[in-house]
Each structure stands twice: as C-alpha cells, then as structure tokens.
C-alpha cells in the first residue's frame, strides 16, 4: 500500500490548491481515504474522508463549504479541492488510508489510519 500526496504550495489568503493523493498497492474503493494536516506546533487533525461512494465523503467544520475531498477510483486518485483558503489552514497535509475490508459507505476524519503517504506543505500568506 502506497500513497503520495503532492499539490502544496505557497497561496494567497483567498486563493484556490488542489492536492493530490496518489494511490497503488490496493483497490481504491475497498478503503477510506483521508486528508489530516499538521501545523507547526500542534496536533495532527483529520480535514475530510471518503469512502466508496461520493455520498460518504466528510469533512470537518472548520473546512465545510470550503474544501471538497473526491476521488477518481479507476485512476487510484483522490483529491482535496482548496477554495477561499485561510491563514489558519497552513500546514502539512497528509492523506492515509484504512482497511475497511471491502465496499463501505462510511469513514471517519479521526485515527487511526493504516496506511499514510509523506506529507505536501501547504503555506497561506496574507
């Protein structure tokens, strides 16, 4: 199981990024996929997930109606949409993965997660 995230850079406040999370080793739609960031000096948070379907996909609220987790299972990608970017979402952004064993229609924005790709930095500048 692999993942490899990519996509970061350095954006405006108000500014758009799309990551990238490229996967391999597994099939896609047997796992929930989920983007955690870190920013420097605290604790790792769970942004959003999904899992099977597209009407599973989560995220949590201090992301709602900005970012938008999607995945395209032929191409083992998932993707984070960035819109309206903010100070506070500067961090490095993670995508894992977890086993669910099969098709499931749930996933969760908190650990644990099995499986995680090397983190891409994301930096919002005033």
């Known amino acids: 199981v692999q993942l490899q995230a990519s996509g970061g850079g350095l954006v405006q406040a108000g500014g758009s990024l799309r990551l990238s999370c490229a996967t391999s080793?597994?099939?896609?739609?047997?796992?929930?996929i989920a983007w955690f960031r870190q920013a420097p000096g605290k604790k790792r948070e769970g942004v959003a997930c999904?899992?099977?379907?597209?009407?599973?996909?989560k995220s949590v609220d201090s992301v709602k109606g900005r970012f938008t987790i999607s995945k395209d299972a032929p191409q083992n990608m998932v993707y984070l949409q960035m819109n309206n970017l903010k100070l506070e979402d500067t961090g490095t952004y993670y995508c894992?993965?977890?086993?669910?064993?099969?098709?499931?229609?749930?996933?969760?924005?908190?650990?644990?997660?099995?499986?995680w790709g090397q983190g891409t930095l994301v930096t919002v500048s005033s």
């Open positions: 999904i899992a099977t379907s597209a009407t599973s996909a």
């Open positions: 080793g597994f099939t896609l739609d047997n796992y929930a």
């Open positions: 894992a993965a977890a086993d669910n064993g099969g098709p499931y229609h749930y996933c969760s924005v908190r650990d644990p997660y099995d499986y």
